[in-house]
């Protein structure tokens, strides 16, 4: 039986802040080692979600880069909590 692909849709703010957090674990951190060590087959969907991430995303190319991460990675938090203090702390207000 042939597998069917499955589609996931990010925002393009999901997708950026993703595909960094990819790009750190994969290559700059210890992040995955040990999920690898348990795990190894886990780097096939890992390298087709980056791949994928990085043929989308024409802002990993751009100079103001760390700009637009910034700026997604707030915009998730205010989506997420609410007011931009409430995403600061990550405490909604009671």
Not at 25 to 47: C, E, F, N
Not at 65 to 78: H, I, P, T
Request: proline share 3%; hydrophobic share 45%; charged share 25%.
């Amino acid at each position: 039986m042939a597998e069917e692909p499955i589609t996931i849709e990010f925002t393009r703010d999901q997708a950026l802040v993703l595909s960094d957090w990819l790009h750190q674990a994969m290559h700059q951190s210890g992040v995955l080692d040990d999920l690898l060590k348990t795990d190894r087959a886990v780097w096939s969907p890992i390298y087709a979600i980056s791949g994928a991430l990085e043929a989308t995303l024409a802002e990993i190319f751009m100079p103001n880069y760390d700009e637009c991460l910034k700026a997604a990675r707030q915009r998730l938090l205010v989506e997420m909590y609410g007011s931009d203090d409430e995403a600061e702390t990550g405490e909604t207000a009671s």
